[in-house]
């Protein structure tokens, strides 16, 4: 069964929250100014179940189905109550394009990584959503609740 549990927590600024989380591998904020209905949320999120790395030649399509699980209920208090974030490289589209597009390094196509638990921050109503999904949602949702402790960087 994949579930949805979500804990209302007060108020603390994203940035601050993600600060105490900057050196860590995935750690993910997506940040809002909060300034209108489409800044409203700003997202945290740590500790992916899955993540995927894809070198130039591998195929994309089939790794994000691979990565993708349930989709979020239809009654998710957010836009995002996690699930799958992917950082494309320029050099990606080129392939679906048809194009030979120099290459730059060895930065990857794209990095896949799926969320099961996250902090949403609801910038309007001024209150914190810890959210986790999937079989064991209500654990995970008091572990990213933990996560708003995290004491700031100094």
Not at 89 to 96: M, S
Not at 119 to 137: K, N, P, Q, T, Y
Request: hydrophobic content about 45%.
């Amino acid at each position: 069964m994949n579930g949805l549990d979500v804990i209302a927590l007060p108020w603390r600024e994203p940035a601050e929250a993600l600060a105490a989380f900057a050196d860590e591998p995935f750690a993910l904020g997506l940040l809002s100014d909060g300034s209108a209905e489409r800044g409203r949320w700003s997202y945290l999120a740590r500790r992916p179940d899955r993540t995927c790395v894809l070198q130039h030649g591998e195929e994309p399509a089939a790794a994000l189905r691979t990565m993708l699980g349930p989709p979020s209920p239809a009654e998710a208090p957010c836009p995002f109550a996690g699930g799958v974030v992917g950082l494309a490289a320029y050099e990606l589209g080129a392939r679906f394009e048809g194009l030979d597009l120099a290459r730059c390094g060895r930065w990857p196509d794209l990095v896949l990584a799926r969320y099961p638990a996250l902090l949403a921050f609801d910038h309007a109503r001024r209150g914190v959503l810890a959210i986790g999904r999937g079989e064991h949602a209500a654990r995970l949702a008091r572990l990213a609740a933990r996560w708003l402790q995290a004491p700031p960087v100094a």
